[in-house]
């Protein structure tokens, strides 16, 4: 079965139809810009629980959709 996303502009469409990426959260201790740089783009936290989402909607309205997702059995809190 595969998770349906809830897109605002096309409806509940399935996984298959969007890219996604973790928001990073980049820690205030690192001053330097290519640290941040690194870290916002390689250093992923991978949480067990409610983590929030940006999903691209490559196969539909192609916009971006941002989703909290629970990582430990994959429902959409919203």
Same mark, same amino acid.
Request: with cysteine; charged share 30%; aromatic share 10%.
């Given at each position: ?12 469409? #399935?996984?298959? *139809?969007?890219? $996604? ?14 640290? %941040? !740089? ?11 629980? #409610?983590?929030? *989402?940006?999903? $691209? ?14 990582? %430990? !059995? ?5």
């Amino acid at each position: 079965m595969s998770i349906k996303i809830p897109c605002p502009n096309c409806g509940e469409r #399935p996984l298959e *139809e969007f890219l $996604f990426g973790e928001v990073p959260v980049v820690p205030e201790s690192i001053t330097d810009p290519e640290e %941040r !740089d690194f870290d916002r783009a390689f250093m992923r936290s991978n949480p067990e629980g #409610p983590v929030v *989402e940006r999903w $691209f909607h490559v196969y539909g309205c192609r916009r971006w959709v941002t989703v909290q997702r629970d990582t %430990r !059995d994959e429902t959409i809190l919203g």
